[in-house]
């Protein structure tokens, strides 16, 4: 909205040429008045099957089609308390605000331009209901959204969900050898990349943590040569100081939010599970994959539950994540593992010799 008259002093503003731009400038208190964007909010919640959440304007500007939960800011609240009030009041879901996405500024036809603060928030509480100025809320597939109200939104969305496309994109990939490395580390992981190994894993629970990070970083430029992932397990900071692909947790790590809340946007989690139960959860909260197991008895996993093929089955059956099978899985019997379900072949032993052949053979049933 154009500026009349001046807000300090009621004198009629005039324009002048100051620092390179045309500005509102008040002959009487002899200095320009400032016309700043409008600050507003636009808030990222994506639900377990990684849908995002959009209502549909029910007023101008942009009637009729979607956007970004969010409205204009007030007075007297934060932008983070302004995201959570408009996200409650448009969709009836209760968030909590996670991190900032990014800031975009937008054209508007009555105020010239506004700042749209991005905010990635997770539901907390509530049921979905279109509210205040929305028509309609609904959650829709990333790559299927409406048509958009707002480029600004559009551009938040694209930032927030570039790593979660990312993290997709491995849910896409073809099976294989997943070697979990053990004894000497760096040498299966090289023998298991030249293989073909699809996902190596680093477990070491017994070395000095300097060493550890050590071992990480050059089984990191190992994989990194042959377009290996390379995860490791359990422990969060060798996996970031590592810049690792992902991080596998187990039942008794750090909780799946927890870890996405340190974690970069597109790192990769994976949960282990011995039941439907626990991968349903993992999935809920966020799992990227799930490793499952014990299949068969194993020394390896002494006094852990064996779910056996059935139980695979039952998991592939409910959920929609990569299965990681693993426990007693060997070049034997890893045909009927894989028709249960399992997507991809979680050894320890069997890769501990002849480590490039044995991949190289696991692979064999996961043609590209």
């Known amino acids: 909205m154009n500026k009349i008259f001046c807000p ?33 909010t636009a808030v990222v919640v994506f639900n377990e099957r990684q849908e995002l959440l959009l209502v549909q304007r029910a007023v101008e500007p942009g009637k009729g089609r979607w956007c970004l939960p969010g409205g204009f800011q007030e007075t007297d609240e934060t932008p983070e308390q302004c995201a959570g009030r408009e996200l409650l009041e ?38 979905l209901a279109a509210g205040d100025d929305a028509a309609a809320a609904a959650y829709f597939p990333l790559r299927q959204l409406p048509e958009l109200a707002f480029q600004s939104h559009a551009r938040i969305i694209d930032k927030a969900g570039r790593a979660l496309l990312e993290r997709m994109r491995f849910r896409a ?8 490395t053990s004894n000497d580390h760096l040498q299966v992981a090289g023998a298991a990349c030249r293989g073909g190994a699809r996902i190596v894993q680093y477990r070491d629970k017994d070395a000095p943590a ?28 060798i996996a970031l100081l590592s810049a690792a692909d992902g991080v596998h947790l187990g039942q008794e790590d750090i909780a799946i939010a927890d870890a996405r809340s340190l974690l970069p946007p597109g790192m990769i989690i994976g949960v282990s599970c011995s039941s439907l139960a626990e991968a349903l959860e993992a999935e809920r909260q966020g799992a990227d994959y799930l490793g499952v197991g014990a299949v068969f008895a194993t020394p390896v996993k002494a006094g852990y539950a ?8 039952r998991i592939a059956a409910e959920v929609s994540l990569p299965l990681a099978a693993i426990g007693g899985v060997n070049l034997g019997n890893m045909a009927a593992v894989k ?11 069997e890769f501990q010799e002849d480590t490039a052949a044995r991949v190289a053979a696991v692979n064999r049933l996961f043609p590209l």
């Open 306 to 313: 064996v779910i056996g093929l059935e139980g695979v089955r």
């Open 8 to 40: 300090r002093c009621g004198a009629k503003l005039e324009k002048r040429r100051l620092v390179d731009r045309e500005r509102d400038f008040c002959p009487a208190c002899l200095a320009p008045v400032y016309e700043n964007p409008l600050p507003a």
């Open 173 to 180: 990939l073809p099976g294989g050898a997943y070697v979990v």
């Open 339 to 349: 028709e249960a379900g399992a997507r991809y072949m979680a050894m320890v032993r």
């Open 210 to 237: 300097a060493r550890r990070l050590a071992t990480a970083r050059r089984i990191r430029e190992v994989t990194r040569e042959h377009g290996t992932l390379f995860i490791v397990n359990d422990q969060l900071d």
């Open 90 to 127: 448009e969709t009836g879901i209760d968030g909590r605000i996670e991190r900032l996405i990014g800031m975009e500024m937008s054209p508007h036809p009555w105020y010239r331009a506004v700042l749209v603060i991005g905010y990635l928030a997770s539901a907390r509480g509530g049921r």
